[in-house]
């Protein structure tokens, strides 16, 4: 590891509450360059893995470890206070983790309903009430083939019983992210295949309760546009979050197979993270903090649904000692610490679609030679720049046309562009309706940006929805996909 500077804890200030991670980004992010070289620590890494393990060793040594916060890419960065450098945490992870493995493993915790018209058998397994969901379904706006879908996946849940560690097969690794690992499973009670989730948590067993019972109302995402919750339980250090498995991955996924992804199949994509991100608010108060293309998942039957959204605020706060991924597609009023709320998350959604659309992270935005690269021909509107050319973001890939010859970003760096300078538009290739859609999400100001209902009803989603646009044999033809016999419906998502 290369220790690049340090930071004082006194001078860190945890008066923000969405996260106390979230505090020491605000404050490495406005302070001026030359304090910030004196205040922070800046650790790089090879992998995620071995990030996320010394992650593990300074938090073990340090009593202030909820302000730790872990930035990485392709490559990994550690940001935290110097003073925890003078616990030496890796002269002394042999013999903790010699202790650790001395301790008795804990008993598995079962996550199961509530109950509220859903009931629990003797066992605490769940018998989902399918008639009381049907009501709830109705209330959804569903099509038929929709309303199928749903009860057959609850029909399918009341299998599953109890979750227990040693009924899981693992199949393959799905992917890493948000402090855990997926894995492709086979519940062998059942016989049903699953992405199981796994968050490794060193907490107290209260810690560990309340993100428990918080993440109960999972059971109660029931959308289209959400994806299928079975049941959590804690063992032997980790909580295990069992969903439905989309078998067409996420679109970052999709992203590099496809280079980028047409129009036509971003309207589709739209419609349904709305719907999603609508449900979660009007049905469960929830907003999702995490929207980018990573935690957008598909399938061969066209489906397209959000994971990975912010149910659990304890969850939230104990992993933001572990986090994993990237922090770019946080909104400007999220990283200057100030309040925010769902239109947050439609920031996120607009900054994935302008990726998603040209193939590559749009921050900083692309000149005209480089969008001559990635359409073919000269873009009009684009003035290609005469100054050396603006780095690239820390970790991001560079574009599918060819190597991005640009050095890497600094963090801080790419942070205080997204706060400072104008945000990122699409190139005049694409309609004006999908150009006015993506400006209307990344608007600075949150009080100005449109919120879910004003986008519903804006002409590139009502265009977006009155089209026929085959999503599934996109999917399918990009990733190498067999498509079911079901029939997919593609005029509405």
């Known amino acids: 590891m290369q220790v690049v500077c340090g930071l004082k804890p ?37 992998s995620a893995h071995q990030a996320e393990h010394q992650l593990r060793r300074v938090c073990s040594s340090w009593q202030h470890r909820s302000v730790l916060l872990l930035l990485t890419g392709s490559s990994c960065r550690l940001v935290f206070p110097s ?10 992870a042999d013999s903790r983790d010699k202790n ?13 309903p509530i109950p509220d018209g859903n009931t629990l058998n003797g066992t605490g397994a769940s018998e989902t009430n399918l008639e009381s969901l049907q009501k709830k379904l109705e209330e959804l706006e569903l099509d038929e083939q929709q309303r199928k879908r749903l009860e057959a996946f609850l029909t399918q849940k009341q299998k599953v019983g109890e979750l227990k560690d040693d009924d899981f097969e693992k199949i393959c690794e799905l992917g890493a992210g948000n402090g855990g690992v997926v894995f492709k499973v086979s519940h062998r009670p059942s016989g049903l295949i699953m992405a199981r989730k796994l968050i490794h948590l060193e907490i107290k067993p209260a810690i560990r309760n309340q993100i428990i019972r918080e993440l109960q109302v999972l059971h109660e995402c029931n959308s289209p546009y959400i994806v299928g919750f079975y049941g959590a339980f804690y063992s032997d250090g980790e909580i295990s979050i069992c969903m439905e498995h989309m078998d067409g991955g996420s679109l970052d996924q999709s992203l590099k ?6 129009e036509q199949i971003l309207g589709k994509v739209s419609i349904a993270v709305i719907k999603g991100l609508s449900y979660l608010r009007e049905k469960h108060k929830i907003m999702h903090r995490d929207v980018k293309p990573s935690n957008i998942l598909v399938n061969s039957r066209g489906e397209i649904k959000l994971c990975d959204f912010g149910v659990s605020g304890q969850l939230i706060d104990s992993m933001a000692n572990s986090f994993v991924g990237t922090r770019s597609y946080m909104s400007p009023e999220r990283l200057q610490g100030t ?12 900054l994935s679609l302008v990726e998603m659309a040209i193939g590559r992270f749009p921050i900083p935005p692309p000149d005209s030679r480089e969008l001559e690269k990635i359409f073919g021909f000269p873009m009009e ?20 046309y060819g190597p991005d010859s640009r050095p890497p970003m600094a963090i801080f760096e790419l942070l205080d562009y997204i706060v400072n300078e104008p945000p990122p538009k699409l190139p005049a290739i694409f309609s004006s309706e999908f150009q006015d859609f993506v400006n209307k999400c990344l608007i600075k100001n949150p009080a100005e940006r449109a919120d879910l209902k004003q986008l519903m009803v804006h002409p590139f989603i009502k265009q977006s929805e009155a089209e026929e646009v085959d999503f599934a044999g996109w999917l399918c033809s990009t990733i190498g996909l067999s498509q ?10």
């Open 10 to 46: 006194e001078q860190i200030a945890l008066r923000y509450p969405q996260s106390p991670a979230e505090g020491v980004l605000h404050q490495a992010l406005t302070c001026s360059p030359e304090d910030r070289g004196k205040h922070f620590c800046d650790v790089r890494l090879t």
């Open 83 to 92: 003073s925890l450098l003078s616990f030496s945490p890796l002269k002394k």
């Open 100 to 112: 650790m493995q001395k301790r008795r493993k804990p008993e598995p915790i079962q996550l199961n």
């Open 257 to 262: 197979k496809a280079g980028k992804i047409p």
């Open 339 to 350: 309040h925010y709320s769902v239109q947050s998350d439609i920031w996120s959604m607009g």
């Open 381 to 400: 509107g684009e003035t290609a720049s005469s100054e050396s050319p603006k780095p690239r973001p820390p970790g991001r890939p560079g574009s599918s």
């Open 484 to 493: 079911p016999l079901t029939p997919t419906h593609t005029t509405t998502i």
